[in-house]
């Protein structure tokens, strides 16, 4: 088949790299490629890290491609951080709300250690008041920069700069299927699909140690630092906000996360500041992806990735891959429950 991909960050890259393995002719059009989400993204493989009430179909898809990850890193020669992620809670309050994680969890068959304060701080000594928590040995990380980095050296002879298709998508005279993978930004008829969610996040130096990721409940907020395997650089994130305006930290919200991670983990008051940045996630309405057809002959999203755009992109890339050779579609992401509920009272995707 010939596909055309619109979109060049973690996803659209993924889905390039999977069907070219499987022998299919691939263009990709993006102004800037890996610029979006991507370039912000912490980069937490962490299904259980962010499973939450109601949405125990997420969880279910994120531990499947969590399952794809140790073999697409090797082959892209990035290595994964793989010490596990702690949750901590600093006043009871917060270590109720990792409670009602952990019940999650337990509903989902996921495998956690839940440990008091000195097990928290046997684990990351680095730690300030926690209160309690838990270890999630399976939720791991990756840079997500260097996946992209990774992908490009192999696909930038592919990437056409383009430009981005806001007005619709025109499918190209010469490619059989046109996947749109434009993150937080989808071209129309399909742009109310998603709801930008804004999030802040702050890079920093330190020269202190931390072992784990650690996403912790701060008083209500919630905050996670995710130290990069082997390096100094700790992504301290994010901010969830759903506001327009220019992509630009804002003071509150960079004041909340270092307010809060430096309460959880003291030592980074020493640290350097070394990146702030601000990109929209692209949320659905269900929070779950949207991947497979539309109601257009030959257009194809793998959209809608959300909070999980790096953990989810291996498995994206295959459920796209499937559906272009074959036509299954995975019925809990696929594009047109919006547009079968909608055509029912009348209104249209636009
Ligand atoms: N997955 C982390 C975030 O979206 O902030």
């Given at each position: 088949?010939r596909?055309?991909i619109?979109?060049?960050?973690?996803?659209?890259?993924s889905?390039?790299?999977?069907?070219?393995?499987?022998?299919?002719?691939?263009?990709l059009?993006?102004?800037?490629?890996?610029?979006?989400?991507?370039?912000?993204?912490?980069?937490?493989?962490?299904?259980?890290?962010?499973?939450?009430?109601?949405?125990?179909?997420?969880?279910?898809?994120?531990?499947?491609?969590?399952?794809l990850?140790?073999?697409?890193?090797?082959?892209?020669?990035?290595?994964?951080?793989?010490?596990?992620?702690?949750?901590?809670?600093?006043?009871?309050?917060?270590v109720?709300q990792?409670?009602?994680?952990?019940?999650?969890?337990d509903?989902?068959?996921?495998?956690?250690?839940?440990?008091?304060?000195?097990?928290?701080?046997?684990?990351?000594?680095?730690?300030?008041r926690?209160?309690?928590?838990?270890?999630?040995?399976?939720?791991?990380?990756?840079?997500?920069?260097?996946?992209?980095?990774?992908?490009?050296?192999?696909?930038?002879?592919?990437?056409?700069?383009?430009?981005?298709?806001?007005?619709?998508?025109?499918?190209?005279?010469?490619?059989?299927?046109?996947?749109?993978?434009?993150?937080a930004?989808?071209?129309?008829?399909?742009?109310?699909?998603?709801?930008?969610?804004?999030?802040?996040?702050?890079?920093?130096?330190?020269?202190?140690?931390?072992?784990?990721?650690?996403?912790?409940?701060?008083?209500?907020?919630?905050?996670?630092?995710?130290?990069?395997?082997?390096?100094d650089?700790?992504?301290?994130?994010?901010?969830?906000?759903?506001?327009?305006?220019?992509?630009?930290?804002?003071?509150?919200?960079?004041?909340?996360?270092?307010?809060?991670?430096?309460?959880?983990?003291?030592?980074?008051?020493?640290?350097?500041?070394?990146?702030?940045?601000?990109?929209?996630?692209?949320?659905?309405?269900?929070?779950?992806?949207?991947?497979?057809?539309?109601?257009?002959?030959?257009v194809?999203?793998?959209?809608?990735?959300?909070?999980?755009?790096?953990?989810?992109?291996?498995?994206?890339?295959?459920?796209?891959?499937?559906?272009?050779?074959?036509?299954?579609?995975?019925?809990?992401?696929?594009?047109?429950?919006?547009?079968?509920?909608?055509?029912?009272?009348?209104?249209?995707?636009?």
């Open positions: 088949m596909v055309q619109l979109g060049a960050g973690i996803v659209g890259l889905v390039a790299d999977e069907l070219i393995r499987r022998g299919h002719e691939v263009t059009v993006d102004p800037s490629p890996g610029s979006g989400a991507s370039y912000a993204a912490a980069g937490m493989l962490s299904p259980a890290g962010e499973a939450w009430h109601g949405e125990e179909e997420l969880t279910r898809l994120g531990l499947s491609s969590l399952g990850w140790p073999s697409f890193a090797a082959r892209l020669g990035v290595p994964m951080h793989t010490r596990g992620t702690l949750l901590a809670g600093v006043d009871a309050g917060d109720q990792v409670e009602r994680q952990l019940a999650v969890l509903l989902a068959g996921v495998r956690y250690e839940r440990l008091l304060r000195r097990e928290l701080l046997a684990r990351e000594p680095g730690l300030g926690v209160a309690g928590g838990a270890f999630l040995p399976e939720d791991h990380s990756v840079d997500p920069r260097a996946v992209v980095a990774a992908l490009l050296d192999r696909l930038s002879p592919l990437v056409e700069p383009g430009e981005r298709q806001r007005a619709g998508v025109e499918t190209n005279t010469v490619a059989d299927v046109t996947v749109v993978a434009t993150g930004r989808l071209p129309a008829p399909y742009s109310s699909l998603i709801r930008p969610v804004r999030g802040d996040v702050v890079r920093v130096r330190t020269p202190e140690r931390i072992e784990r990721t650690v996403r912790a409940w701060v008083h209500g907020e919630q905050v996670y630092v995710v130290p990069r395997a082997d390096t650089e700790v992504v301290i994130g994010a901010t969830s906000e759903e506001r327009d305006g220019p992509l630009l930290p804002t003071v509150e919200g960079v004041w909340r996360l270092l307010d809060s991670a430096r309460r959880v983990l003291p030592g980074l008051d020493r640290a350097a500041v070394v990146e702030v940045t601000s990109r929209d996630r692209p949320g659905t309405a269900d929070n779950l992806p949207l991947v497979g057809p539309t109601d257009e002959p030959g194809v999203l793998a959209a809608g990735a959300f909070r999980n755009g790096v953990l989810l992109a291996p498995l994206i890339a295959r459920l796209v891959a499937d559906h272009v050779e074959t036509g299954v579609v995975e019925a809990a992401v696929d594009p047109r429950r919006f547009s079968r509920d909608t055509r029912s009272t009348g209104d249209s995707w636009t």
